[in-house]
């Protein structure tokens, strides 16, 4: 079957820190895929989009791997600060529709 | 601000009736994509329409109903509401009919159904 999957487990880290989370995905083979920012009652927040054909992309402190052999996408945001703290949510589209299918997010706890 | 409005932002109601969200897309977005996110299932795709067509289909139950109209907002219809349809519903835009430049999101519609 098709799934997604991020540690549903808070990943909890010290300021300045980097923080690495992942993405699995099963039976998909997406184009691209997208990592999203969620604080609690709002909706989520664009922040990249990597391409199948990119290994890396950079944004800021903001990190993304892509690896399509290995169906997985790492996350990492360097030198942490407490206003990091939020849900990360990865996201694909899983044919060739426009739509997009996200997964169930991990929470970020980054401790003064 | 995110460009996506989304009203109303909270909404009470009984178990039975019937409720309309609606979405006004950030500004030059033509596609409207709708979600509902519970806290044991995320955020679950319903349905998108772009410049006005429906263009893909989630597993939305068929209680729920959707338009995009000309000035391209959207509504969402939930009818015969359960006490399991509380969530909340989101209305995300893009440029596009695909999601390469990713999604703005609403703020939501926070359903309760007692």
């Known amino acids: 079957s098709q799934k997604i999957e991020q540690n549903s487990e808070a990943l909890n880290i010290q300021e300045g820190k980097t923080a690495t989370l992942t993405c699995n995905y099963t039976?998909?083979?997406?184009?691209?895929l997208q990592w999203y920012r969620q604080d609690p009652g709002r909706g989520p927040v664009f922040l990249l989009l990597?391409?199948?054909?990119?290994k890396e992309k950079r944004k800021e402190r903001l990190k993304v791997t892509f690896d399509t052999t290995l169906k997985q996408s790492l996350f990492h945001i360097t030198a942490s600060q407490p206003a990091d703290s939020a849900t990360y949510l990865c996201a694909l589209p899983p044919d060739s529709s426009y739509k997009l299918i996200f997964g169930s997010g991990t929470r970020l706890l980054v401790r003064p | 601000d995110s460009g996506v409005t989304q009203t109303p932002k909270h909404l009470i109601t009984a178990t039975g009736q019937r409720v309309t969200l609606r979405c006004s897309p950030r500004?030059?977005?033509?596609?409207v994509y709708w979600y509902q996110q519970s806290l044991d299932q995320g955020l679950q795709f319903l349905i998108q329409y772009y410049n006005g067509e429906e263009r893909a289909k989630g597993n939305i139950l068929e209680r729920f109903s959707a338009q995009q109209f000309p000035d391209l907002h959207s509504e969402l219809n939930l009818s015969s509401l359960e006490l399991g349809d509380s969530a909340l519903y989101f209305c995300a835009s893009s440029v596009e009919a695909g999601a390469n430049y990713g999604y703005t999101f609403g703020s939501g519609t926070r359903l309760t159904v007692v």
């Open positions: 990597i391409r199948e054909n990119e």
């Open positions: 039976n998909y083979s997406p184009a691209y």
């Open positions: 500004s030059g977005d033509l596609s």
